[in-house]
């Protein structure tokens, strides 16, 4: 069974910080592109950051740059959202998601095959 696992959400202060993980079960990610979501209350799920099946190629949503870095882990078999400086805004259910091609494809959840069950990340003093 194909699976992703999210972890490493959590309550933080703002200005903290926080490193999630996807790890993969039942396949392994080194062909596929890998997207953070988040999903606030009441809002929409919106993309967060993306690599590319190499980790060659990365991007950013403008609300997080600067601030969330990520990178894969190959022998791992996952993919890591380092948050920084986190806001009050943060404050989301954040998912992974695999998209079957080399390259991110931006951020439109349906070209994404594979999401996480979603990990929570409270942001909050």
């Known amino acids: 069974q194909l699976q992703l696992v999210e972890s490493g959400g959590g309550l933080v202060q703002p200005g903290g910080s926080l490193r999630l993980s996807c790890a993969a079960s039942?396949?392994?990610?080194?062909?596929?592109?890998i997207g953070w979501f988040r999903q606030a209350p009441g809002k929409e799920r919106e993309g967060v950051s993306c690599i590319s099946s190499s980790g060659g190629s990365t991007n950013y949503a403008d609300s997080v740059k600067g601030r969330f870095s990520i990178s894969r882990d190959k022998a791992k078999n996952t993919v890591y959202l380092q948050m920084n400086s986190l806001k009050p805004e943060d404050t989301a259910v954040y998912y992974c998601a695999a998209h079957a091609y080399h390259y991110c494809p931006g951020y439109v959840p349906t070209e994404y095959q594979y999401w996480g069950q979603g990990t929570q990340v409270t942001v909050s003093s």
């Open positions: 039942g396949f392994t990610l080194d062909y596929y592109a």
